[in-house]
């Protein structure tokens, strides 16, 4: 069992950043890849970004490519996702998740975070 527990949502203006970060206590992290999805009130959960279990390779959504980057410190056991040039479109609960990098990026999820909200407004 891996336990993923996410920070640092809240409220920002368009335009501005946040981060928000996927802690993971124990000693399994370096056995995943890592993700973030999100889902916004109405839709279904989506892809945002996946990162490979050494930190090399990382994989994004067209709709955040630019934007935004994923990160992981496996000495912390931690992943991160830094938020730049946020739209009011980018608001959704941000979920972390532990899984294997496929096609799609992170297409097998074994684990998730609670969840954490991120608000853009206009």
């Known amino acids: 069992q891996v336990l993923l527990v996410e920070s640092g949502g809240g409220l920002v203006q368009a335009g501005g950043s946040l981060r928000v970060s996927c802690a993971a206590p124990?000693?399994?992290?370096?056995?995943?890849?890592m993700g973030w999805f999100r889902q916004a009130p109405g839709k279904e959960r989506e892809f945002v970004a996946a990162?490979?279990?050494?930190?090399?390779?990382?994989y994004y959504a067209d709709s955040v490519k630019g934007r935004f980057t994923i990160s992981r410190d496996n000495a912390k056991n931690t992943v991160n996702l830094q938020m730049n040039s946020l739209k009011p479109e980018d608001t959704a609960v941000y979920y972390c998740?532990?899984?294997?990098?496929?096609?799609?990026?992170?297409?097998?999820?074994?684990?998730w975070g609670q969840g954490t909200q991120v608000t853009v407004s206009s």
């Open positions: 998740a532990a899984g294997a990098l496929g096609p799609r990026g992170l297409d097998r999820r074994d684990y």
């Open positions: 124990g000693r399994t992290f370096n056995n995943y890849a």
């Open positions: 990162i490979s279990r050494s930190g090399g390779s990382t």
